[in-house]
């Protein structure tokens, strides 16, 4: 099954395999349901029209978006390479407890489609393609989306202590370009690609598998939930394989283009 979220004259609306659902439907009230009683709970939904509409992140704005950092060893040895204080990622990379911290709130994570930022005060930005994990109330993976986690290298290389800033602004947080509900064995294993486009030239592209993550989806949605409650859900950004080369910065006027399995989560980069 397949979440979908659209701008409509009314108003935003959810729509459930391309038919749009109930006006009232709220994915927080969805993410208040047990896995057990989910299907009945979406099955007993009315569905209407085709969904039509531009595409809208697939998150309420009221929620909270997480992320993990340093689960690739390809993430670690960047981290590494970017950073004064390279023993910080090896640890994080080596223990038992995983990097979390807090991404965005609902209302400024942008969708597919929408243009994303690189911040002015920064002269190494790139874009980080991940698996994003739907997680209800009781901390149970319901489902995954596609995300975009930009980040600014050079501010969080500086310092480690630098990272809220070099991740959590306006315009940093991309995801889309829905949801697809499934069992968490179906992540283990789903192929991640990303390609920049500037000028109409092909100018980075990289691959990986979510199955070279050290650590699996249940063991950071644990985590995170462990001595953290949210009652409408949270979605945790699981980090990225793939990052470009030392001398590559993203410009303005990019085009990310992120797939993740079947998602494709497109997005420029602003003018400003």
Same mark, same amino acid.
């Given at each position: 099954?397949?979440? #979908?979220?659209h701008?409509?004259?009314?108003?935003?609306?959810?729509?459930?395999?391309?038919?749009?659902?109930?006006?009232?439907? &709220?994915? /927080?009230?969805?993410?208040?349901?047990?896995t057990?009683?989910? =299907?009945?709970?979406?099955?007993?939904?009315?569905r #209407?029209?085709?969904?039509e509409?531009? @595409?809208?992140?697939?998150?309420?704005? &009221?929620q909270?978006?997480?992320?993990?950092?340093? *689960?690739?060893?390809? #993430?670690?040895?960047?981290?590494?390479?970017? =950073?004064?204080?390279?023993?910080?990622?090896?640890?994080?990379?080596? =223990?038992?407890?995983?990097? @979390?911290?807090?991404?965005?709130?609902?209302?400024?994570?942008?969708?597919?489609?929408?243009?994303?930022?690189?911040?002015?005060?920064?002269?190494? $930005?790139?874009?980080?393609?991940?698996?994003?994990?739907?997680?209800?109330?009781? /901390?149970?993976?319901?489902?995954?989306?596609? /995300? $975009? &986690?930009?980040? #600014?290298?050079?501010?969080?290389?500086?310092?480690?202590?630098?990272?809220?800033?070099a991740?959590?602004? *306006?315009?940093?947080?991309?995801?889309?370009?829905?949801i697809?509900? %499934?069992?968490?064995? *179906?992540?283990? &294993?789903?192929?991640?690609?990303?390609?920049?486009?500037? $000028?109409?030239?092909?100018?980075?592209?990289?691959?990986?598998r979510?199955s070279?993550?050290?650590r %699996?989806?249940?063991?950071?949605?644990?985590?995170?939930?462990?001595?953290?409650?949210?009652?409408?859900?949270?979605?945790?950004?699981? /980090? %990225?394989?793939?990052?470009?080369?030392?001398?590559?910065?993203?410009?303005?006027?990019?085009?990310? =283009?992120?797939? @993740?399995?079947?998602?494709? @989560?497109? $997005?420029?980069?602003?003018?400003?």
């Amino acid at each position: 099954m397949y979440l #979908s979220r659209h701008q409509t004259p009314h108003g935003a609306r959810w729509a459930l395999d391309g038919q749009f659902l109930p006006v009232s439907f &709220d994915l /927080g009230v969805l993410l208040e349901q047990p896995t057990a009683t989910l =299907s009945a709970f979406l099955a007993a939904l009315p569905r #209407s029209e085709a969904a039509e509409g531009a @595409l809208l992140p697939p998150v309420e704005a &009221d929620q909270e978006v997480w992320a993990a950092g340093v *689960t690739y060893l390809r #993430s670690r040895e960047a981290r590494e390479a970017e =950073s004064t204080q390279k023993d910080v990622y090896t640890r994080v990379y080596e =223990s038992k407890r995983p990097e @979390l911290f807090f991404k965005s709130v609902g209302w400024r994570v942008v969708g597919h489609g929408a243009p994303i930022r690189i911040r002015k005060d920064s002269a190494w $930005n790139v874009p980080e393609p991940e698996l994003v994990l739907v997680i209800n109330s009781r /901390g149970e993976i319901i489902g995954y989306s596609a /995300g $975009n &986690d930009v980040s #600014s290298r050079d501010i969080e290389g500086e310092n480690p202590l630098y990272l809220p800033q070099a991740k959590v602004y *306006t315009g940093s947080c991309a995801l889309g370009p829905g949801i697809v509900l %499934t069992a968490p064995a *179906t992540l283990r &294993d789903l192929p991640v690609q990303i390609g920049i486009q500037r $000028n109409g030239q092909r100018v980075f592209e990289g691959e990986t598998r979510t199955s070279r993550m050290k650590r %699996t989806p249940e063991e950071l949605a644990g985590y995170l939930t462990l001595e953290l409650s949210f009652p409408r859900g949270v979605l945790l950004f699981t /980090g %990225t394989g793939i990052v470009p080369p030392a001398e590559f910065t993203m410009q303005r006027g990019d085009l990310v =283009s992120i797939r @993740l399995a079947e998602l494709l @989560l497109e $997005n420029a980069v602003a003018a400003d």
